[in-house]
């Protein structure tokens, strides 16, 4: 069998990577999505006239979208495809092109007059509206989504137990930790992390490797993945010879 990347991601984030995956010819492994958590929008007031609005994930827009969020405001976002979105969704976006340090970074050094809005999930670390208060900015957050918890799919689960090796991308601790939680397998595991802070969720699992991204963003997760997949094929030809 061949290897096997198991992609956890929430819809629709997690077939966007297996067809981009799927598109490359050199692939040559398996895919099978998985997600582990399900985004439920949830109801927003409306913004105050001049607000200008923090995005630290595509969820975030997705959720102003489903609050049928309209006029062109600003947007502050934490990386690239997150302003991409916010710019799809008719929003004047900014990227910090990088982590919430960075939009953290960015926001203190432009120090917007306007009042700001985050709009976050029910789970979210580093309390950036806190310190954005701290700086002296109107800063308010408020929860636009949940991350509600799925088990592993039967055919997911089938897999595990069938694979010999199974590359793992994963883009948030908390996907980390139902992955870690849910893993059943005597596969080697190969993990691709988004940020440090996944490392010691997945340290009970003993993974053969585990990889972090260079930049907390999608084209560096793809580098990963590329990476941890030319590393199984290497161990596949080693096992193989002679």
Same mark, same amino acid.
């Given at each position: 069998?061949?290897? $096997?990347?198991l992609?956890?991601?929430p819809?629709?984030?997690?077939?966007?990577l297996a067809?981009?995956l %799927?598109?490359?010819?050199?692939?040559?492994?398996d895919?099978l999505?998985?997600?582990?958590q399900?985004?439920?929008f949830l109801?927003?007031p409306?913004?105050?006239?001049g607000? #200008?609005?923090?995005f630290?994930?595509r969820?975030?827009?997705?959720?102003?979208?489903?609050?049928?969020?309209?006029g062109?405001?600003? !947007?502050?976002?934490?990386g690239? !495809?997150?302003?991409?979105?916010?710019? #799809?969704?008719g929003? #004047?976006?900014?990227?910090a092109?990088?982590?919430?340090e960075?939009? $953290?970074t960015? $926001?203190?050094?432009?120090?917007?007059?306007?009042?700001l809005?985050h709009?976050?999930?029910?789970?979210?670390?580093?309390d950036?509206t806190?310190?954005?208060q701290?700086a002296?900015?109107l800063?308010?957050g408020v929860t636009?989504?949940?991350?509600?918890? $799925?088990?592993?799919?039967?055919?997911?689960q089938?897999?595990?137990k %069938?694979?010999p090796?199974?590359?793992?991308?994963?883009?948030?601790p %908390?996907g980390a930790r139902?992955?870690?939680?849910?893993?059943?397998?005597?596969?080697?595991?190969m993990?691709?992390?988004?940020s440090p802070a996944?490392?010691?969720?997945v !340290?009970?699992?003993?993974?053969?490797?585990?990889?972090?991204?260079a930049?907390p963003?999608?084209?560096?997760?793809?580098e990963v993945? !590329?990476?941890?997949i030319?590393?199984s094929?290497q161990? #596949?030809?080693?096992?193989g010879g002679?």
């Amino acid at each position: 069998m061949r290897p $096997l990347v198991l992609i956890t991601r929430p819809a629709p984030d997690g077939q966007r990577l297996a067809d981009l995956l %799927q598109a490359d010819p050199a692939c040559e492994v398996d895919i099978l999505v998985s997600p582990l958590q399900q985004i439920e929008f949830l109801p927003l007031p409306a913004p105050e006239p001049g607000t #200008e609005l923090i995005f630290t994930s595509r969820n975030g827009v997705r959720a102003w979208q489903a609050a049928n969020g309209q006029g062109a405001l600003q !947007a502050w976002c934490v990386g690239d !495809a997150t302003a991409s979105a916010a710019r #799809e969704a008719g929003l #004047e976006a900014r990227s910090a092109a990088g982590s919430v340090e960075d939009l $953290l970074t960015l $926001l203190r050094a432009q120090a917007p007059a306007a009042p700001l809005l985050h709009l976050r999930g029910e789970r979210h670390r580093g309390d950036l509206t806190g310190r954005l208060q701290a700086a002296g900015l109107l800063a308010q957050g408020v929860t636009a989504y949940r991350q509600c918890a $799925l088990p592993f799919s039967p055919k997911a689960q089938t897999a595990m137990k %069938q694979a010999p090796l199974i590359i793992a991308p994963l883009y948030s601790p %908390q996907g980390a930790r139902l992955f870690a939680t849910g893993w059943k397998s005597d596969a080697l595991l190969m993990i691709g992390a988004i940020s440090p802070a996944i490392v010691p969720i997945v !340290a009970p699992l003993a993974a053969h490797a585990v990889r972090i991204a260079a930049q907390p963003d999608g084209v560096s997760m793809l580098e990963v993945i !590329a990476g941890l997949i030319d590393t199984s094929h290497q161990l #596949e030809a080693s096992e193989g010879g002679d």
